[in-house]
């Protein structure tokens, strides 16, 4: 089984301030870790992803996000806010490895929507 | 790379109609699609996994008369829901995992259905 927690269900910041949007999982296998991103009315847009290899993984439009195993986090960080992010954020999780009857199913965070003020 | 379209965007029905959505991956084949439903500010639910020349795999609590899925090609899905209903309304999304063992889902626009 697996589980996605995001902590925060909305993160509010300045322009130019750094950002954290809080993840932690659980998983009974090795698992991939993905950040997505959702504007309004549209798909998702996949951020970055974690796949067992770099800790620290980084991802687009300045994102970044770095697997701790000990603390089961998966934490998305941006140094600098634009204005361009304010969207929702999601964490997701999926058992590693390939084949399986889970292969390939995600299991989704909560989101969290993160608004940018100028 | 690894763009997945859907068709339509939008869309508004009477209830009782029936409603087909595409799910199609561009420049990639995907021996696998998932097919999400999303309300209004909450995360995305699976609702089945579609496999390419197989039946799908519905989740618990899924109808599987009511969602029809056909995945024809490497390249097609197609989502119906039959007999809509004004509960139907919702999100509809779509993803594609690239063929070859790779783990990344690519989603497609989304699909907003109105029932009336």
């Known amino acids: 089984a697996q589980s996605v927690t995001q902590l925060d269900s909305h993160v509010s910041v300045s322009e130019g301030t750094p950002v954290l949007l809080r993840c932690n999982y659980s998983?009974?296998?090795?698992?991939?870790l993905f950040w997505y991103v959702q504007h309004p009315n549209k798909g998702l847009q996949l951020l970055l992803k974690y796949t067992s290899a770099a800790t620290l993984v980084k991802g687009i439009n300045g994102f970044e996000a770095e697997f701790k195993k000990s603390e089961t986090s998966f934490h998305l960080t941006k140094p600098s806010a634009h204005m361009s992010d304010a969207a929702e954020y999601f964490c997701v999780v999926t058992p590693g490895g390939a084949g399986g009857t889970s292969y390939g199913k995600l299991t989704f965070g909560q989101g969290t929507i993160l608004t940018v003020h100028p | 790379g690894a763009v997945v379209s859907q068709h339509p965007s939008r869309v508004i029905c009477k209830s009782g109609t029936s409603v087909k959505i595409e799910c199609r991956s561009l420049?990639?084949?995907?021996?696998?699609m998932f097919w999400y439903r999303q309300f209004p500010k909450q995360s995305l639910m699976l609702m089945a996994t579609?496999?390419?020349?197989?039946?799908?795999?519905?989740e618990q609590g899924v109808e599987k008369d009511k969602f029809l899925i056909n995945h024809a090609s490497l390249t097609l899905s197609t989502l119906t829901v039959t007999s809509a209903h004004p509960e139907d309304s919702s999100f509809y999304i779509c993803?594609?995992?690239?063929?070859?063992?790779?783990?990344?889902?690519?989603f497609g626009p989304g699909t907003r259905l109105t029932v009336l």
């Open positions: 998983s009974s296998y090795s698992p991939s």
């Open positions: 420049d990639f084949q995907a021996t696998t």
């Open positions: 579609s496999n390419e020349g197989s039946k799908a795999t519905y």
């Open positions: 993803s594609a995992l690239l063929a070859g063992g790779q783990d990344t889902q690519y």
